[in-house]
T-cell receptor, first 111, second 115 residues
Framework: QQQVKQSPQSLIVQKGGISIINCAYE??????FPWYQQFPGKGPALLIA?????SEKKEGRFTISFNKSAKQFSLHIMDSQPGDSATYFC??????????FGTGTSLTVIP | DAGVIQSPRHEVTEMGQEVTLRCKPI?????LFWYRQTMMRGLELLIY????????DSGMPEDRFSAKMPNASFSTLKIQPSEPRDSAVYFC?????????????FGSGTRLTVV
């Protein structure tokens, strides 16, 4: 069973727009939530991560919003650029190291 | 740091043949993970090792799959016999156990095609 549910499966955004990807989880033991970015032909790479003691974390144009009570978190990409076109994975981890990944969102930013 | 190194990058094999995928983790990393990526199922964890010891192999699809880590710098994933449904991209990742801050470092993957 999927420990982390991710939506949408694919997303098309105009250049300059906001891209939003959502994830939900059930396991309340999860306490670390990273996002990975994957370009074609490459392995996923860590983009940004958040712990549940904060509701938001921002790094440049990328922001994670976290809602602990709803057990949901989302990635917002502001001012989306064609170079952001990639597949994005959310993930969750409890103490013990193993990450559970969402099914991925294919983002296309149209110039 | 050369990162996680996987070989081969691409493998095309006939059904029934044995396939061996190889991985060299980042030096000093003590956890190693094998993932399979498909369009339908996304990233699936197959098996992971801590300090060269297999910890959880519940994701290994069936007995045709086996993985070894004979030392800290090398791991293999073997499929014998291979089937067309095994076609996927296989990723190896490594991390420093207990240090989630840096996440996993993934290799570039092996694209396996079984015909």
């Amino acid at each position: 069973q999927q420990q982390v549910k991710q939506s949408p499966q694919s997303l098309i955004v105009q250049k300059g727009g906001i891209s939003i990807i959502n994830c939900a989880y059930e396991n309340t033991a999860f306490d670390y939530f990273p996002w990975y970015q994957q370009f074609p032909g490459k392995g996923p790479a860590l983009l940004i991560a958040i712990r549940p003691d904060v509701s938001e974390k921002k790094e440049g144009r990328f922001t994670i919003s976290f809602n602990k009570s709803a057990k949901q978190f989302s990635l917002h990409i502001m001012d989306s650029q064609p170079g952001d076109s990639a597949t994005y994975f959310c993930a969750a981890s409890a103490t013990g190291n193993q990450f559970y990944f969402g099914t991925g969102t294919s983002l296309t930013v149209i110039p | 740091d050369a990162g996680v190194i996987q070989s081969p990058r691409h493998e095309v094999t006939e059904m029934g043949q044995e396939v061996t995928l190889r991985c060299k983790p980042i030096s000093g990393h003590n956890s190693l993970f094998w993932y399979r990526q498909t369009m339908m199922r996304g990233l699936e964890l197959l098996i992971y090792f801590n300090n060269n010891v297999p910890i959880d192999d519940s994701g290994m699809p069936e007995d045709r799959f086996s993985a070894k880590m004979p030392n800290a710098s090398f791991s293999t994933l073997k499929i014998q016999p291979s089937e067309p449904r095994d076609s996927a991209v296989y990723f190896c990742a490594s991390s420093l156990r207990g240090v989630r801050l840096y996440g996993y470092t993934f290799g570039s993957g092996t694209r396996l095609t079984v015909v």
